[in-house]
């Protein structure tokens, strides 16, 4: 008797701006995945960010959230735009973002950056210095400054909170370490332990954690301004980049310098039952409804959330798929070429389905 075929249930959120478009393509191909490696998909579509406050007066409605509590994975777009700018601070887009990424329990996000040879001619860098760039930045993601209490905003001042706890510091430290023994072996924590005893502890507990649980990683330790200047100056003495959550958000939208686009690089956010998985890229409002967006850093998310649930035979036909696309083309324009989103996503999601690359 054959067994039932795998089914998982996913929470698409589109969100704001290029989100419902992006989220389409990457929708599109996690199908052509499914009927390539034979598992069913059973995908629902929310409101979030600003869409959820425009159907429901919040970021994160509470639908929302439920549908996403009961998901096997959750897919993100993207959230935001000038339109909700005056909104009360607690009910930004970006609010609901965090209280979801919270609530999952997704304290690690994983953000790979690679520059193959082809993607290193389109580099704003130089391509000798980036080719060959293989990167993966551990960020930690519901603590720190963003969730750090108290914060206040008067008429005359404004304050946050960076804080951190041993327990959450050594729990995103061994992901960081876990990863490198899986690639070069090699960490890099990422602080300013010489100005803010945050960092300090940091600094501490990561040191700590990797000479008695991983004394075979090797490990350094980086301020964060020097670190932004090596991410583009030396990318390639990189392997596992572990640090906190403001300093890990803008470092790896910096190393979207690489490849030359946030348009490519994807991320996934992990730790609770159901994981987290959106390109980094914003809502790009200035593109929204003109077909311009990059769809591939959402299929790559979609490829870490095949991973993650246990198909990456399915995850690694839709790399070899956007490899394909990236050397042949079609691209859109932020990549030199006049596609549109969906003409790239139809592209992806017919090589999945290539018989020289699926295995159904």
């Known amino acids: 008797m054959s067994s039932a075929p795998r089914t998982y249930t996913l929470a698409l959120l589109p969100g704001d701006g290029v989100g419902p478009e992006v989220t389409a393509e990457a929708a599109r191909v996690l199908d052509a995945s ?37 998901a096997d994975a959750v897919f993100l777009g993207a959230v935001g735009g000038p339109q909700w700018d005056r909104v009360e601070a607690d009910l930004r887009p970006e609010r609901g973002l965090l209280r979801l990424r919270a609530r999952l329990g997704a304290f690690a996000n994983l953000r790979p950056v690679s520059v193959s040879e082809t993607l290193a001619a389109r580099s704003p860098l130089r ?33 946050d909170t960076m804080r951190y706890s041993v ?28 100005v803010l005893a945050s960092s300090a502890l940091w600094r501490d507990v990561v040191s700590r954690v990797g000479a008695e649980e991983y004394p075979e990683v090797a490990l350094e330790h980086l301020y964060v301004d020097n670190a932004a200047m090596q991410v583009v100056s030396d990318p390639r ?15 790896s939208d910096l190393a979207a310098t690489l490849p030359g686009t946030l348009g490519l690089l994807p991320s996934a956010s992990l730790g609770g039952r159901a994981g987290l998985f959106e390109p980094v890229h914003g809502s790009a409002p200035d ?59 139809a592209a992806v999601a017919d090589a999945v389905l290539s018989p020289t690359l699926s295995h159904p």
Request: proline fraction near 5%; hydrophobic fraction near 45%; include cysteine.
């Open 127 to 159: 391509p000798e210095r980036v080719a060959g760039t293989d990167l993966l930045i551990v960020r930690e993601l519901t603590g720190g400054i963003y969730f750090g209490r108290p914060r206040e905003r008067t008429e005359t001042e404004a304050y």
């Open 237 to 251: 003495r990189f392997d596992v980049v572990v640090t906190g959550n403001l300093f890990g958000d803008v470092l």
């Open 167 to 194: 327990t959450e510091i050594e729990r995103i430290a061994r992901v960081a370490f876990q990863w490198a023994e899986k690639r070069d072996g090699r960490v890099s924590s990422v602080d300013k332990a010489n």
């Open 34 to 70: 499914a009927d390539a490696f034979g598992f069913g998909i059973e995908a629902g579509e929310y409101a979030v960010g600003g869409a959820g406050i425009d159907t429901s007066g919040d970021p994160l409605p509470r639908a929302t959230l439920d549908a996403c509590l009961d």
């Open 287 to 345: 593109l929204a409804g003109r077909g311009l967006a990059n769809p591939l850093a959402a299929i790559l998310s979609a490829a870490m959330l095949l991973d993650a649930l246990g198909e990456p035979e399915a995850a690694a036909a839709v790399r070899t798929a956007v490899d394909a696309v990236l050397a042949d083309g079609p691209l859109t324009p932020d990549l030199g070429g006049d596609a549109q989103t969906d003409d790239v996503g």
